[in-house]
Each structure stands twice: as C-alpha cells, then as structure tokens.
C-alpha cells in the first residue's frame, strides 16, 4: 500500500526524509514555503558526524558524494584567548572522518538531486484526527489531506501546533552573526587566525566565533548573555551602528581578533532559542515532527545532524509500513526513539551552552578539551 505522505519544510529534516523515501521508490509531497531554492542564503558550514548526519546520508545512498564535497580540514579547532593567545590549535589526522564540515548549500543541493518540490506552498495549519488522514491548510486557502503529516519546519513551525502547545524559550544568549569573503585575499592576517576550519575566542559571558566554509568565505559569530529586548533585529542602515556596538561590546580584547568585526560586510542578530530539554507529546494519528521542529536545541553541531537522522529513520519505517494501522504504529515508534535520542543531546547542547558563554571562560577551553578527547 502506497500512503500519502507530506513533509512541511525543504531543510536538513525535510529534504533527507523525501530523498530517502525516493530511494525506496514512495512518493511524497515536498512542501516549501520559499519560492525558489535561492530565495534565502543558505547558511553556514556544518559538520556532519559519522554517526548521524553521515549515516543519515549513507541511508540516502550519498555517503560517497558527500565526501567528495565535504572539507575534513574544516575540522580544525584554535582556541584563543581575549590577548590573543593561541591556547590550543587542534588538527584533524588526513583520514580523520569523524566531522567534516560542508556548506550548508551545497548539502542542499546534494539532498534535494532528483527532488520536485512544490515551492511557495506555504502552510498555516495542519488539522489532525479527520477520517481519511490529517489536513493541511495552504497559505492561499486551498486544503489537502494525506495519511501523514511531517513537520520539518523548523523552530516556528506551523505544523507543532497539531500535537503540542509548546514553544521555544530564549536561552539568554544572542548570536550577532556577520560574514568576510574572499578572505585569503582580501584579509590574509584574518585567514591566518581563522586557519582551516574554526577559532574560538572565549571570555567573560560573550565569545567570537569564526568559521570557514567554502570558497574563501568565513562566517563570524559574537555571542553574549542579554536580556531578549535589548538587542533588536537591525537593517542595513544600522550596520555601523551595530558593530560600534559589537566594538564596544569586546572592548580590549586583541586588536586581530577585533578585526573579524571590523571587517564584516553586514550583521544579523540572532538570538538562541531551545524548546524543553524533555519536549514530547502525546502521539497524534497522521502527525509528527522532525528536527527542529520537534527538538531546537543551542547550535553547538547536533541539530542538523539529528534532523538528517530523523528524516532517514522516519522514511525507512514510513516505506517498510505496509497498512493504515502498521503506518501510525511505525510513526509512535519512530517518535520514542527520536524522543530518546534528542532528550540525550539537548541536555548536551544546553549544558554545553552554559560553558561556552559563562562568566568564567576556562569553563569553554575545558568543554573543547573534553570534546577533542572523546
């Protein structure tokens, strides 16, 4: 029996479940609330770990294309203090595998291959519990029923509302992330700093954090513990105004390091918000969640991974369910298993936040320590 199957939203999540599931040769409706793939910038680097995002990508039959694509150098780690010293500068073995870092476009690109996605199909509610199968309602009015609703929408999602009443809460922490491109030419003391894969800098409640991706283009995020209000969302107009701010902000701290802001092209703040550690929900016939949308958690490497992971399992038990009943039972225990796994890495990630952005910054260098020795 061949179920009707939709996934609401074309990020890590959505795109790993619908290409999965097109492997196993069931179709799937792939709806997406941009209207073409570049409407937004796709984002940073990520750093896919062997046993989530890449065994995510080995059920999608990717694993060989990613690792042509992806840098294993990207896996270095500096760890600097405010003057500017070098603490600890971490480097990948040449066969490391464990965490390669790829541009999160071209992850994009790699999942969504043969994909057709119903773009600009944006979705305000999905209604569960109808007769024939859970209905999604479209931003334009129309409405469509399928067996099954996937969530994949990320941290605002449309579709949570059908089976939880849970939102995310501030963290307490904002990102104001900026960018430098062309960096090898352009700034080479910079290039320098941030080497092959990513520099640290960690101080009293606020933190720099460069990373590099593809093509000479390194993303940089300044982290702070502020109250929600005080930092706004800024226009362009503002961007001076914003990296004075910024300035001001890690007054003192080395003048290279500094420069990372200096030297950005724009700013977005971006504060961090967690849904609860323990996030569950009563299970809902024709309705679930994945990614974000089930488990948001602090960026510190595991949400696209688990969201990747989430969408391959979900797929593979969606394509082995053979009836209504065998359907809904493979969705409930698909949801215990994620449920378990994502309680394990939230309180990892929160507790990990927690040490990145404290009034004592030994606590960051520790947390490394302990990650590069795991």
Known sequence: MTH????????????????????????????????????RPPGGTLDLHEGLGQLALDKAGLLAEFQTLSRPEGQAMRILDTAGTVLRDWRPRPDDRAHPEIDRGQLRDLLLGPLDISWGRGVTQVVPGTGDGAVVHFEDGRRETFDLVVGADGAWSRVRPAV??????????????????????????????????????????????????????????????????????SGPADVEAVRSGLLALFDGWAAPVLGLLRHGTA????????????????????????GDAAHLMPPLGAGANLAMLDGAELAEAVAAASGPGDLDEAVRAFEERMWERAERWAKITTAGLERLVSPDPAQALALFEEVQSS
């Open 267 to 290: 700013f977005v703040h971006r504060p961090l918000y967690a849904l609860p550690v323990s996030h569950t929900w009563n299970h809902v016939p024709g309705v679930t969640l994945l």
């Open 4 to 39: 009707r199957i939709a996934v609401v939203g074309s990020g890590p999540a959505g795109l790993t479940f619908a290409r999965v599931l097109h492997r196993h040769d069931h179709p799937v409706a792939l709806l997406e609330r941009d209207p073409a793939p570049d409407a």
């Open 164 to 233: 939880s009443s849970v939102t995310p809460h501030y963290t307490g922490v904002t990102s104001v992330e900026t960018s430098l491109d062309d960096i090898d030419t352009r700034h080479p003391d910079l290039a320098r700093l941030v080497g092959d894969g990513s520099v640290g800098v960690y101080g009293a409640n606020r933190a720099l954090v460069a990373q590099r991706n593809s093509g000479g283009h390194v993303r940089v995020y300044a982290q702070f513990r502020a109250p929600l209000d005080r930092h706004s969302g």
